[in-house]
């Protein structure tokens, strides 16, 4: 029987109402007790390693839960983590990026608490159990939602409350959950590059742009002591003229500056050479994060600005070195 270590977190899988709302009350051995016929192919140790909504989450419990994998991935065949969905895209691609483990690491959760009347969270688990012992899914980090597995690096939250809340753009899904089990569309592996991180120190914020947006933000990061900033910027990575000032002045200060496009799908790349354009903050040495949404640089950028103060950021962000664009 294979054995898989089930790690929970809390989220709207574990949440019932109270006074206040809905909040996270029930423990991993409640679900294992509630939903039996989850388990029942599967030798499972469960581990409850905190018990909080995803939107509550800190960097710190990101390095507790990826520490604690590490700690179990010798002596199992998958490791399934219960998360809430606010963040579990973000939990997700840094696993993905720290973690150099040889099992599956499937994330999951639910959009209707423990109590509803239809809660999904039990679909949703048996199907990742599913996938964090199938053969044909040896490595990498995935979420596992509404019969969908998603890689952990394209996968993103799209709607606030549908079940189907989860998509991962022009890379569609790896697999699909059918009568017949796991139907595979394509090789399930990481798409992320591995930054070996054990230590997360590095501050970063995210600074949206807009119409005539101005540079502020990005000085008022700067002086608050920021390591990195990410810059959310529109199309193709170009921003107003006065955040793209602010962007060269950061710099200028030895903050690392990543361009990321508020676009859901496509890529920042420097094209246009206006004083807000692409080109010229590439001349302010700027950094491009290709297609990776700003939440998900941003996590990147923190664990790359943790590693050794040598550590080339360029090469952590350059798609174009890797022979497939996007795998990175």
Same mark, same amino acid.
């Given at each position: 029987m294979p054995t898989i270590s089930v790690i929970a977190t809390g989220g709207t899988i574990a949440s019932t109402s109270s006074e206040t709302g809905t909040v996270p009350t029930k423990s991993v051995r409640d679900l294992v007790d509630s939903y039996p016929e989850s388990f029942n192919d599967f030798d499972v140790r469960t581990e409850q390693l905190t018990q909080t909504p995803s939107s509550e989450l800190t960097i710190n419990d990101l390095v507790a839960l990826s520490d604690r994998i +590490? @700690? %179990? @991935? /010798?002596? %199992? /065949?998958? %490791? %399934?983590v219960l998360h809430g969905t606010d963040t579990i895209?973000? $939990?997700a691609y840094y696993l993905d990026l720290v973690l150099n483990i040889d099992v599956p690491i499937v994330l999951t959760g639910a959009q209707r608490p423990y109590d509803s009347q239809s809660p999904? !969270? =039990?679909?949703? #688990? +048996? !199907? *990742? #159990? @599913? @996938? *964090?012992?199938h053969d044909y899914v040896q490595t990498g980090t995935y979420v596992f939602f509404n019969d969908r597995l998603h890689a952990a690096r394209p996968v993103t939250k799209d709607h606030s409350s549908n079940l189907d809340a989860y998509d991962s753009g022009n890379y569609g899904p790896v697999a699909e959950r059918t009568p017949d089990g796991l139907w595979f569309? +394509? +090789? =399930?592996? &990481? #798409? &992320?590059? $591995?930054i070996p991180a054990r230590d997360v120190t590095a501050t970063v914020e995210i600074v949206s742009t807009s119409t005539n947006t101005d540079g502020r933000q990005i000085t008022h990061a700067v002086d608050r002591g920021v390591d990195g900033i990410v810059v959310d910027a529109l199309g193709l990575g170009n921003v107003p003229p006065d955040v793209a000032d602010s962007i060269g002045d950061a710099i200028a200060d030895d903050i690392v500056v990543v361009i990321t496009t508020r676009c859901r799908d496509g890529i920042v790349s420097p094209v246009y050479g206006s004083e807000g354009g692409a080109a010229v903050l590439e001349e302010k040495d700027a950094l491009f994060a290709s297609n990776l949404s700003a939440h998900k640089a941003r996590i990147k950028l923190i664990v790359a600005l943790s590693q050794k103060p040598d550590y080339d950021y360029q090469e952590v962000f350059d798609a174009s070195r890797l022979n497939g664009h996007g795998y990175q």
């Open positions: +590490r @700690a %179990v @991935a /010798d002596g %199992v /065949d998958g %490791v %399934v895209e973000e $939990t999904d !969270g =039990p679909a949703n #688990l +048996r !199907g *990742a #159990l @599913a @996938a *964090a012992n569309y +394509r +090789r =399930p592996e &990481s #798409l &992320s590059m $591995t």
